[in-house]
């Protein structure tokens, strides 16, 4: 898992550099296939609950699992990609939002905040806490920026399958849940949201996005928890 995270974060890296105004979102879908087969990966995502796609293209209000199409991203909008990749039989998840172009001051608060309630949930992990304490801290640092966690959907286990268990709320009370044990893989996906919380089907009648046409934003890592805290599995080596 970790060499696949490792090969995940490069090709996101190549992805980013690709993200400006005028390029589809499904020209980045399929850049993101042809590098998952240079790495000698398969893509997580296509097939999987009948998603037609590698690649989760979400622009501003949408928040989750668009399908990429031949729509264009344009100077000032905001886009998450979120990708998966099965290598050697495991699993690896990463989600970044990033800006097109030049983006308003209020778009680039909420990348800030929704990148550092990831960080905030990463420094709390470590054998012997519960999920919920992450939850909780995700959560307090979010709302005291003023603005709202996503509750419809979470984080979740990984490893030989996609999705596997416990559910990570990115809302929740400290105590509460699993107990955290050294080896355990997961991915902790912060999804923040300017507005109200609640989510809606996206015009593609697949995806999710906020029901009051928000913006929102999402980060991911798969992590893993070590003897004295975690392993970003889905980070470039430095």
Not at 21 to 29: G, N, Q
Not at 73 to 80: A, F, H, P, R
Request: glycine share 10%; aromatic share 6%; hydrophobic share 35%.
């Amino acid at each position: 898992m970790r060499e696949g995270g490792q090969i995940l974060a490069e090709i996101m890296k190549e992805l980013e550099n690709k993200v400006e105004p005028d390029i589809t979102t499904k020209e980045l879908d399929r850049a993101a296939e042809a590098l998952i087969l240079k790495y000698g990966g398969k893509p997580s995502f296509k097939g999987h609950l009948d998603f037609p796609a590698c690649l989760c293209t979400s622009v501003n209000e949408e928040l989750v699992h668009c399908i990429p199409s031949e729509r264009k991203l344009k100077e000032g909008d905001i886009v998450s990609l979120d990708l998966g990749i099965l290598y050697k039989g495991f699993h690896t998840d990463m989600t970044v939002t990033l800006p097109v172009g030049e983006i308003s001051p209020a778009a680039q608060r909420l990348i800030r905040i929704t990148k550092k309630a990831l960080k905030r949930g990463i420094k709390k992990v470590r054998p012997g806490i519960t999920f919920g304490d992450i939850s909780n801290t995700i959560q307090r640092y979010v709302e005291s920026q003023g603005y709202n966690v996503v509750r419809e959907l979470c984080g979740h286990g990984i490893g030989r399958e996609l999705h596997e268990e416990p559910e990570i709320l990115n809302y929740g009370k400290r105590g509460t849940g699993p107990e955290l044990a050294e080896g355990m893989t997961f991915c902790l996906e912060p999804m923040v949201i300017i507005g109200d919380w609640h989510l809606k089907k996206a015009k593609d009648n697949y995806g999710l996005q906020t029901q009051d046409n928000s913006l929102c934003a999402h980060f991911e890592h798969t992590l893993a928890v070590t003897q004295n805290g975690c392993q970003i599995l889905t980070k470039e080596v430095e």
